[in-house]
Structures are given as structure tokens and as C-alpha cells.
């Protein structure tokens, strides 16, 4: 049997390993036929030299990551793990990343290289779509940028805004008034707001319309001037509102559209606007497009596991 010694050194053996020695677990799932031994300051693999190999190039890439970065998280390694290349799971180390100062001081930036590509294409063109399952941070990255451009005077308002298309609920059967009905439904974007912005500045935002959360519908007839404009949920438009959509972009207006066809809420047989315009507009100059992946998502490891279950399953329909 084949042995690997790997010593560490310059970082803390502790915080590699995780507590309980969490990060060495899954390793050890990742990789079932060596046996892998973390004690002290060595981590030791036995087993096939081809096996060791695979191993010994991933366990480098991840003590590369952590002194890089001073942390390894669960994410973090499975991108790692499941990538073909440094390109496909690490954001580069740049003070440039950094996208917003969020609440607390925390540093808000593109965590995988599709979010990094994405933030690059909304740099470059003024209306992006971008598109893929859910938690691969499409919308936490679009917020993140239009806050950005809002406090760097680049644009006067933030637009966020939502086809008001319920997720198998009847809004009508909530309590309240039209605002309090649909506060639930604009969550996610409030959610994100929330770690960008101070909760007074927030609302004072709000109460200006600086900031400005609202349903689809809302938009028609207006001229979008001077805004950073988010379509989120995308995928719940029909031809008609998403063209309308489309057409409300004014003077110095950046637009994002958002979606995952994947989840589509609308009645059986009505084309989604999402699908359509990303057919039509594909190679019209000045648009941007973008796929994200599972490799993307950067919440809890069972939702890779959970869209990869639904995608096998609707591949077989």
C-alpha cells in the first residue's frame, strides 16, 4: 500500500482540520478508498498511487485556499473538490473583489467564478441576464452591485422589483393591505438590502425612494432614468410584462434580469418571458448572458444534492 505524508506548515493545523476534524470527514467522503489520518500537524493517505495522487493535488489547492484566505469552510471545499481547475472555484485575492462594505464591516464579494463573471459582465454592458438554480447568488450579487453603484454615484436609485406570480399561494388569502401582501413576496430582496445597508439608512432610502421595491406591474408606463434596475424571479414573466419590462430602460440605467426556468410558477402552456428574451436577445450587442450551475450554490450542501435529484428526475420525463 502507497503512503502520503503532507506536513503543514505556516498555517493552523487546527483550523484546517475544522472542529472535530469536520474538513478531514470530508475528505474522507470525497476520497472512500484511502484511509486518511489527520494528528499533529501531518495528514497521512494510504492507498492506490493514483487515488494519492488525485489527493495530494486537492489537499494542495485547499492548503493553497487557506493561507490565501485564513479559512476553509464546507462550500469552500466542495468546490474544490468537484472542480476541474483553480479557475472553476477561486475568486481571485484582490482588494477590486471587495463589492460593497456590508453592515458590521463585512466584505461583500463574488464567491465562485461565475459570480465573478457575472459582476464582469454588468461592468461592461448595461443590461445582463443572469440565470440558474436557486442559492447560486444571483440576486445577493445583483443587489450587492447596485448598492455599489448607488453609493459610488454611478446611479441616483435603486429598482428592485418582481412578477407578483405566487409560488402555488393565493396572495388574496393574506391579510392586509396590497403593501402587506406583497412584503412577504418582495423578502428575499429586503433580506439582501439588509446586509448592505444600516437599518436606518435603509428605510430612510425607502421612505425618498432612493431605494424602490415593487412589483412588476409597477413598472409600466414609467421611464427608468439614472437607476440600477433588478428583475428578480424572471422566469414568472410572461412575453408581455417582460417586454414591457424591457422597454422601461432610460438614460444611464443599468438593468439585471434574474431567473431559473427551472421553477417556473406560471399556468401550464404560457411561455415564460425569461426563456423567450434570452432567445431573442442572445446576440444583440450590449446584452450580457450568464449561466450559473450547481457548482455555484453557496447554501447548505443538500441543496446541490436536491436540485441534482430534481434534474435527474425531469431529465427522465
Request: net charge positive.
Amino acid at each position: 500500500m502507497n503512503e502520503l505524508i503532507i506536513e503543514l506548515s505556516e498555517i493552523s493545523p487546527r483550523d484546517f482540520f475544522g472542529q472535530q476534524n469536520a474538513n478531514i470527514d470530508l475528505l474522507k467522503q470525497h476520497f472512500p478508498k484511502l484511509k486518511i489520518v489527520a494528528r499533529g500537524n501531518k495528514v497521512k493517505a494510504y492507498g492506490d498511487e493514483e487515488i494519492l495522487e488525485e489527493f495530494d493535488k486537492r489537499l494542495s489547492m485547499l492548503l493553497e485556499h487557506f493561507a490565501k484566505y485564513n479559512k476553509l469552510d464546507e462550500n469552500v471545499i466542495e468546490r474544490v473538490l468537484m472542480s476541474h481547475s483553480k479557475a472553476d472555484y477561486e475568486t481571485p485575492a484582490s482588494s477590486n473583489d471587495v463589492l460593497v462594505h456590508g453592515v458590521s464591516g463585512r466584505k461583500i464579494k463574488p464567491q465562485t467564478a461565475n459570480q465573478r463573471k457575472l459582476v464582469q459582465l454588468m461592468y461592461k454592458n448595461d443590461m445582463v441576464f443572469a440565470v440558474g438554480p436557486a442559492g447560486t447568488g444571483k440576486t445577493y450579487t445583483g443587489v450587492a452591485l447596485a448598492v455599489k453603484a448607488l453609493k459610488e454615484k454611478q446611479v441616483k436609485r435603486i429598482i428592485l422589483t418582481r412578477p407578483a406570480v405566487e409560488a402555488g399561494e393565493k396572495l388574496g388569502f393574506l391579510p392586509g393591505d396590497l403593501k402587506e401582501k406583497l412584503d412577504p413576496y418582495m423578502m428575499p430582496l429586503y433580506d439582501a438590502l439588509r446586509d448592505m445597508i444600516p437599518a436606518e439608512k435603509l428605510e430612510s432610502n425607502i421612505e425618498k425612494g432612493v431605494i424602490q421595491i415593487a412589483p412588476l406591474a409597477f413598472m409600466r408606463g414609467r421611464t427608468l432614468d439614472n437607476a440600477f434596475v433588478i428583475l428578480d424571479e424572471a422566469q414568472n414573466t410572461t412575453h408581455a410584462q417582460m417586454k414591457m419590462f424591457l422597454t422601461r430602460m432610460g438614460k444611464n440605467a443599468k438593468f439585471m434580469i434574474t431567473g431559473d426556468p427551472g421553477q417556473i410558477d406560471l399556468p401550464r402552456h404560457t411561455l415564460s418571458g425569461l426563456k423567450e428574451a434570452l432567445l431573442i436577445l442572445k446576440n444583440v450587442d450590449g446584452v450580457g448572458i450568464i449561466h450559473l450551475d450547481d457548482k455555484d450554490v453557496i447554501r447548505h450542501k443538500l441543496v446541490k444534492k436536491v436540485i441534482s435529484a430534481y434534474k435527474a428526475i425531469e431529465n427522465t420525463d
